[in-house]
Nanobody, 119 residues
Framework: QVQLVESGGGLVQAGGSLRLSCAASGRFSIINTMGWYRQAPGKQRELVATITSGGSTVYADSVKGRFTISRDNAKNTVYLQMNSLKPEDTAVYYC?????????????WGQGTQVTVSS
């Protein structure tokens, strides 16, 4: 069983910052790409950013220049530094990871953490 546990969400004023963390635990041998996604009320879940095990990153256009994704492979943890937050960043943020265990690939999701940006 694999768990991804997000933390770091909360309420912040526009222009503020938050840092999200997502720690993976359980039975896996490899974590390839890890990512952050978000889902606002009434909207579909959307990609925020991804990072490969080698450190290559991809960002949604809406967060480029404001958000930074990083990871600590030794701790099986991915981070999302969010700066210059806007009310439209309000959403539940989820992490996931492309994992391998005994030759089987799977992509678990965390339970999500709420980010609310007030204007």
């Amino acid at each position: 069983q694999v768990q991804l546990v997000e933390s770091g969400g909360g309420l912040v004023q526009a222009g503020g910052s938050l840092r999200l963390s997502c720690a993976a635990s359980g039975r896996f041998s490899i974590i390839n790409t890890m990512g952050w996604y978000r889902q606002a009320p009434g909207k579909q879940r959307e990609l925020v950013a991804t990072i490969t095990s080698g450190g290559s990153t991809v960002y949604a256009d809406s967060v480029k220049g404001r958000f930074t994704i990083s990871r600590d492979n030794a701790k099986n943890t991915v981070y999302l530094q969010m700066n210059s937050l806007k009310p439209e960043d309000t959403a539940v943020y989820y992490c996931n990871g492309d994992m391998v265990f005994l030759g089987t690939k799977f992509t678990p999701w965390g339970q999500g953490t709420q980010v609310t940006v007030s204007s």
